[in-house]
């Protein structure tokens, strides 16, 4: 990139965001961005991947604007950057702080009516905003594939990357489709950005996408890793027998940190609820934070969070998105997580100020149990998905009127426990077959059942993988060292 153009990302990065100078790779990857070479950037949590698109998502803009004033062009487009995001229940969140730096940008998702949704593609379509997020299954309808066909996508983002593979932990099937997306824009600048993938999705994300091989030529994708390089995180496991000596452990850890910002991780809500009663006999204030409490509840509590009115909170993994807040002085696991990328995600939220904080996995062998009937619900078997689809197809009339209940009556025998339902309609609202599995009362069927989700030998080769990332976890809760585990876990490759 031309000193002009490095000057032009600086004057964005200093009048827009309010920051004097880049962190991390961020300058060298915005440089190959604005070079029109394509990248994979793997950082974590909080690190500033959005500023690697946003800067020259704006830089285009700008540029496109002098150049059209210059020669008195006049109702002109300016080249648009298109984000694919997964998270539609943040994409309001990162529009609005957008649009509050007075930058141009929008989204289009499910959450819109069908009349905002159509005014949106109006002003999409003449010109306006240079960012707009949207999931990859928005590229499913016609009308938005006819809307972005009238502009000139000059980049492409592909956030939360780690969804385009299989391998990785949050699978999402449009997303494979993302590289005949990318065709049809007319191969665009990519740049695809997550907080976690083992070398195998790595090599997933480029090969999904049609990027050619990691290396530095001018047709390659460049990896850029910065891995767990955050010295100010200590990473620590502490073997613990029962909740008496976790109450134990994070009454310590609030002590050494008075009046701090922390958040202590649980996987289910029944044992997050049953801490919140023992620290509140120990009278240390706290609030909880789960994905049974009311939307406008969970607004309330991660705004008083973010406010330090509450700097403790209890929190199932619902906690996280969004949460931009750079002086989490501590991250506590009181369960064994999922996964070493869902573990390494949370860890990431500690400490984003540069400031020592510390990260504490309290490992009892017993919470294993508890991620093994996880595994079981996470991964039905393929004779499951296929009585699953055979009823909604056709006993359709009993689901629109009965819903639920009357599912898992005839799948689970009325194991109240049993979570497999719940993953069968969730995968086949991402594969399209229905629109939204919370709302069985208007139930369309929209395609087969799909061969992956019907075939045994594809749901069998998905259990083993997730296996494999708990058992990454015992490994991890016995290691040596837990930073060079990390480190090698997850293929921190410096190429950068």
Sequence with gaps: MSSCSLDEAFEVLKRRFGYSEFRGSQQKIIERTMEGRDSLVIMPTGGGKSL??????????????????????????????????????????????????????????SSLDRQERNRRYKQIASGEFCLLYVTPERFRKEEFVSVIDQREIVLLAVDEAHCISEWGHDFRPDYTRVGEFRQSLGMPTTIALT??????????IIRQLGIAEFGDGADQCKLYHEGIQRPNLALSIEEVWGTDEKTA??????????NQSGVVYFTLIRYLEEMSGRLRALNIPHVCYHGDLSRQDRKRIQDDFMRNRSPLV?????????????????????EVPGSMESYYQEIGRAGRDGLPSECILMYDQRDLNTQVEFLGWSNPDADFYQRTYDLLVHDGDSVRSFGMEWLREKLCARNKRDRRLETVLSMLQRYGVIQDELDLGNLEIAGPLPDSLA??????AKLLRDQKKLYALVEYAKAASPREFVHNYFGAVANS
């Design 52 to 109: 690697c698109f946003q800067i020259p998502a704006l830089v285009h803009a700008h540029r496109y604007s002098a150049a059209a004033k210059t020669a008195k062009r006049h109702n002109t487009k300016v080249p648009l950057t298109l984000v694919l995001s997964p998270l539609v229940a943040l994409m309001k969140d990162q529009v609005d702080t957008l649009q509050r730096k007075g930058i141009e940008a929008t989204f289009v998702n």
């Design 195 to 204: 907080a976690t993938a083992t070398r195998d999705v790595q090599l997933d």
């Design 249 to 258: 452990l994070i009454e310590q850890v609030v002590q050494r940190w008075p």
């Design 314 to 334: 209890l929190a199932t993994n619902a906690f996280g998105m969004g949460i931009d807040k750079e002086d989490i002085r501590y991250v506590l696991h009181a």
């Design 455 to 460: 075939n045994q030998n594809d749901r069998s």
